[in-house]
């Protein structure tokens, strides 16, 4: 069995981590091309850096933590991957955590085969070399570089690790085999309105189940084959719940 599963902002959202679109979402009191574009980012990078800054020191914050649907999707892909499960070992089962979120949610909560396409927050990247670090501090115009901190002209170099509209998703070609070899597609708490991320269903087999879990309709709704409306933190150990018994898991 190939699962592939499909995660964005809906599903941290009961962990107290806002979602982007809609009321009191992050893109309330900010124009997106302001804070999550490059030319934002050279055009202001302060109140760039500021928007990540506060989004950084909330995600460490004592009451944001994993949820139901974060630690159901952890033993679900613990029990799809036991070698207990395998048919054979011709075909061992496969499971890839795909993530939109650049929240650390998912592998906070025991996930291991986790893809941070969009990037991750508590990571920060030279401007110059692409190396990239550990991060939990603000950054500003005059932090200093990790590898060079005597050395005035190396400030401010770093920005945050993470995808912002115009670049390149992370990967992606390792996403199209996942979706290529899928039996079955979970989609949950994604609007569905950034790409390529909303077109990984269609990159799907025709014989691949595809499921979406949303509190609301999505524009790609009809591409699903099964559409649950309702809380990820209800509806998502419910769906895991039901496809571990058909699948006799451990
Ligand atoms: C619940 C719930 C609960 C709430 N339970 N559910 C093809 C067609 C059209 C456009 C494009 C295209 N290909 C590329 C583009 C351009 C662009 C794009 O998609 N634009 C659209 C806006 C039209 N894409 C890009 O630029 C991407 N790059 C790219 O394609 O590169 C190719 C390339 C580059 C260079 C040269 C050549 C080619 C990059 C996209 C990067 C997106 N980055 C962001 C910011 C990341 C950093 C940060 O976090 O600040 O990623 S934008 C933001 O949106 C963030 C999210 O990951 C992403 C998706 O949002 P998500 O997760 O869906 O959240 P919401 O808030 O939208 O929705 C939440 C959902 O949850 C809702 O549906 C609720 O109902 C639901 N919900 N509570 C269940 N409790």
Not at 159 to 166: A, D, I, L, S, T
Not at 183 to 192: E, H, K, Q, R, W
Request: proline share 6%.
């Amino acid at each position: 069995m190939n699962v592939l599963v499909l995660t964005g902002a809906g599903i941290s959202a009961e962990s107290g981590v806002p979602t982007f679109r809609g009321a009191d979402g992050l893109w309330e009191g900010h124009a997106i091309e302001d804070v999550a574009t490059p030319e934002g980012f050279a055009r202001r990078p302060q109140s760039v850096h500021q928007f990540y800054n506060q989004r950084r020191k909330q995600l460490q914050h004592a009451d944001v933590a994993p949820n139901a649907a974060h630690l159901a999707l952890a033993e679900f892909e613990q029990a799809v991957m036991s070698p207990h499960t395998a048919d054979d070992h011709e075909s061992a089962n496969q499971f890839l955590l795909v993530t939109q979120n650049i929240d650390n949610l998912h592998v906070r909560a025991g996930s291991q085969r986790v893809l941070p396409m969009h990037g991750e927050l508590l990571k920060v990247r030279c401007i110059d070399t692409d190396e990239v670090f550990d991060w939990t501090d603000d950054l500003s115009l005059d932090t200093p570089h990790p590898q060079d901190p005597s050395n005035p002209r190396a400030r401010g170099r770093l920005r945050p690790h993470v995808v912002w509209f115009g670049e390149m998703p992370i990967g992606l070609d390792r996403i199209a085999r996942a979706a290529s070899t899928a039996d079955v597609f979970l989609a949950i708490g994604t609007s569905g309105l950034v790409y390529p991320a909303a077109g990984i269903v269609r990159q799907t087999s025709p014989a691949c189940r595809r499921i979406e879990i949303n509190l609301d309709d999505t524009p790609a709704s009809s591409v699903f084959d099964e559409t649950i409306r309702g809380k990820a933190t209800v509806e998502v150990p419910q769906l895991l719940d039901r496809l571990a018994k058909e699948w006799k898991l451990g």
